[in-house]
């Protein structure tokens, strides 16, 4: 009995481990490695916090556990590890294989967004404009990235209403006396969209990008000219596109800028000429696609972009804001109309300037760009992005907000109608890059105004105070108007105007002022 124990004790398999190397046959999370003989769907196994992938053909590290060695797992490259044999002691060194420290991948954010109102109603023709405020990329593990960005949306509703207005008053008792003001108001006579497609082909002149791959691109529409003939507008601009790639064996990456004309017209049936024509012109969709030439690389550029339009014209009508009668006392009904007008303004060339603390002597800047984030009350902020390689050509992205000061616009609302950013002027100083940065923009004043119109009056029996006299002579005082004169003393301004020899108001003598007030009836 003790022998045979022992014997089972002695025969009982031993836990083994050890490690031999391998050729990756196939690569990916579950690799084929080729050593005494090829085994597939080997596990990787890494440091917390760090993944990688072999590839085929890379000598690996594989260490076998088990009683058999039947558990396996790729380590480690051994090809990357007798490369970096320039590292000091204690030294790590991060990098990617086949030029892979930059990288290019399309993000798509939704955007979902519900804007309600009492002047949104299905019969609505919208008029929106968007513009990217802020964009942010932040790295949250080595496998995802957070983007996050911020749009500012500019909707306008227009929609075909009736404006009721009072521009006279009746009485049966006896006559009605009223006073009118003038209504000026912007009325949209025309709201119309558009979508079209632009295409071209443009060669590409710093070199052929690494395997027909962009590393990035940038859309910015420019309108140059909007205008009207008949009953058409001719809108003209163009796309610009700063295209950033990776030029055949090269570390440093290229940025090109190339621009796409468009012209359109869209149809304006108003029965007026517009005295103001509110235009964007908004990218949908691009697409970018790099094409072998004999000539060399060519990127071929297709754009789909929609186009809006509203055409507002001037519109003028009295409306009765007061009302008296001499001979009844009147109860007013009164209610306020809405109205505003728009007054476009010259383009304006807005500058800033700022410092980007950074070590600026030993950077070389490969691209600049400069975007506009929107309009505030007392200006626009502009984003000033730049590209810049060290002596390694190690490239970095960075990034400074400026702000552009615009004078304000008293008693209106700034809107921004379109903008064009120049290149930023980045020189090196001592503190880092001095950023100089200059946009031109077309802004327009939205004066908002309402006016308080009757709309009806009750008349009630009073008696008139000044009956037994036909006339008064009293003394005026500063800043007494004609018809508070005539309302008080049971007359009217055409009689107290002839009676004194009056043309204006404007034109009366220094304080005190004697007149005479004649009493009317009619």
């Not at 009982?12 to 579950?30: D, F, H, K, L, R």
């Not at 339009?309 to 007013?332: F, K, M, R, S, W």
């Not at 008064?472 to 004609?482: A, K």
């Amino acid at each position: 009995m003790w022998v045979a124990g022992w014997l089972r004790r002695t025969e009982e398999p031993q836990e083994t481990t050890n490690a031999e190397s391998g050729t990756v046959t196939i690569g990916g999370s579950t690799a084929g490695v080729l050593s005494r003989g090829e085994e597939r769907n080997v596990p990787l196994a890494s440091p917390g916090g760090y993944a990688w992938r072999p590839k085929n053909g890379e000598r690996v590290l594989v260490i076998k556990g088990g009683t058999l060695g039947e558990e396996r797992y790729v380590a480690g490259s051994l090809d990357a590890a007798r490369e970096q044999d320039d590292l000091d002691d204690g030294e790590v060194r991060i990098y990617a294989e086949e030029g892979g420290a930059l990288r290019s991948f399309p993000v798509a954010l939704p955007v979902q967004g519900r804007i309600s109102g009492e002047t949104l109603s299905p019969d609505v023709r919208p008029w929106l404009r968007c513009t990217l405020t802020a964009l942010d990329a932040r790295a949250v593990n080595s496998r995802k990235v957070r983007v996050t960005a911020r749009l500012s949306l500019c909707l306008h509703a227009y929609r075909e209403t009736e404006l009721a207005l009072t521009d006279r008053l009746e009485g049966d008792g006896g006559a009605v006396f009223t006073r009118t003001e003038t209504l000026r108001v912007q009325i949209p006579v025309s709201v119309e969209e558009k979508t079209f497609t632009v295409s071209e082909t443009h060669r590409f002149l710093s070199g052929q990008p690494e395997a027909d791959r962009l590393l990035c691109h940038t859309e910015t529409v420019l309108l140059d000219d909007v205008s009207s003939a008949g009953s058409r507008v001719i809108l003209q601009g163009r796309v610009c596109a700063a295209v950033t790639y990776l030029p055949q064996g090269q570390m440093c990456p290229a940025v090109e800028t190339f621009e796409t004309a468009f012209s359109q017209m869209l149809d304006c049936p108003a029965d007026t000429s517009p005295c103001l024509l509110h235009t964007t012109v908004n990218l949908t969709a691009a697409y970018l696609n790099v094409s072998a030439a004999a000539d060399g690389a060519a990127l071929e550029e297709e754009y789909h972009l929609v186009a809006q339009t509203v055409c507002l014209a001037d519109a003028e009508a009295d409306c009765v804001t007061d009302a008296y009668c001499n001979t009844a006392e009147l109860t007013l009904e009164r209610e306020t109309v809405a109205a505003g007008t728009v007054q476009p303004g010259e383009p304006l060339r807005l500058s800033a300037e700022g410092t980007l603390a950074c070590e600026a002597a030993s950077l070389t800047v490969v691209s600049r760009r400069a975007v506009v984030c929107g309009m505030t009350e007392d200006g626009c902020d502009v984003l000033v992005r730049l590209l810049a390689a060290d002596t390694e050509q190690h490239v970095s992205c960075m990034e400074k907000r400026l702000h552009l000061p615009l004078e304000p616009a008293y008693g209106a609302r700034l809107e921004l109608l379109s903008e064009q950013p120049e290149e930023p002027v980045v020189p090196v100083t001592a503190a880092g890059f001095q950023i100089r940065v200059t946009v031109t923009v077309r802004t327009a004043a939205l004066q908002e105004s309402d006016l308080r119109q009757v709309t009806g009056a009750t008349a009630q029996e009073r008696a008139c105070p000044y009956a037994s006299v036909p006339s008064l002579t009293i003394v005026r005082w500063g800043g007494e108007d004609l018809w508070t004169l005539a309302k008080r003393y049971c007359s009217s301004e055409r009689l107290i105007r002839e009676t004194n020899g009056l043309t204006d108001d404007a034109a009366m003598v220094e304080a005190p002022q004697y007149l005479l007030i004649p009493k009317t009836q009619a």
